[in-house]
């Protein structure tokens, strides 16, 4: 039997009398992107919290590959390949972007080295094959020698989700990859992820541009005030008329 690459049972949250979410279900199934969409105060970001093991929920189970993770924190779920992008920006500002990629590879090999440990054990010549990979598809070659702080927010997006494929993720919770990214270079990182990511790791992928999420999703998940609205493919969800009613026609959700 095949199990979800993730799988959220009945996460329930609730901060004093507030319901933030309430009874959600969501199944990430392996290789696909899964898209979670909602307007601002939906649920979203507390739901990433949960999954991510930032925060737990008062009641619910999440598992991963079949295991239940519900009582992990979120340095085990890390080292368990739940990789979310935004905990993985540089590990070290003053080195350079091929040492970043080095370091997030030293890291896949030995997860439970500490971040000094990585630092000493780095072997240059063991992972320059797959540093110089990661720098030719992210399209960050040129750049190799710069440190982070030099670059575009457009590049800096590219290493963080390079950074986050070389530590070997079994899942990958994308955060808004494309928030306050230009319009060229948006385009650029939806080309990336669809011909160099997509099918081969099981996204979770939370982001506001509807072309995107169309774009790249193989199911999206609507939520709304904490609830669930809808689950199905692109088309289901496109042409849901609560969908429509609720997000889909009103200019300012997305």
Do not use: C, W
Request: no cysteine; aromatic share 4%.
């Amino acid at each position: 039997m095949t199990h979800p690459a993730l799988d959220m049972r009945g996460i329930t949250v609730r901060f004093g009398g507030i319901l933030a979410l309430n009874e959600v279900n969501l199944s990430l199934a392996p290789g696909s992107v899964h898209a979670l969409i909602g307007p601002n105060g939906a649920g979203k970001t507390t739901l990433v919290s949960v999954l991510s093991g930032e925060r737990r929920p008062n009641q619910g189970t999440v598992s991963l590959n079949g295991r239940d993770i519900s009582g992990l924190s979120a340095l085990r779920r890390a080292r368990l390949g739940l990789t979310r992008t935004y905990q993985l920006t540089a590990l070290f500002q003053g080195l350079s972007l091929r040492e970043n990629l080095l370091l997030s590879l030293v890291a896949r090999d030995q997860p439970s080295l500490s971040a000094l440990d990585i630092f000493r054990r780095r072997d240059k010549a063991r992972h320059a094959a797959e540093v110089e990979d990661f720098l030719n598809r992210f399209a960050l070659r040129d750049k190799a020698g710069e440190k982070p702080a030099s670059l575009s927010h457009g590049d800096r997006r590219r290493l963080e989700i390079a950074m986050a494929l070389a530590s070997g993720p079994e899942v990958l919770l994308l955060d808004e990859p494309l928030a306050g990214l230009s319009t060229s270079d948006a385009e650029a990182l939806v080309r990336t992820i669809n011909e160099g990511i997509r099918g081969r790791i099981p996204i979770l992928l939370i982001e506001h541009d509807m072309d995107a999420v169309f774009q790249l999703s193989d199911e999206i998940t609507v939520m709304v005030n904490g609830t669930v609205l809808a689950n199905g493919k692109p088309d289901e969800i496109r042409a849901s008329p609560e969908v429509q009613a609720a997000y889909l026609s009103e200019e300012d959700d997305f």
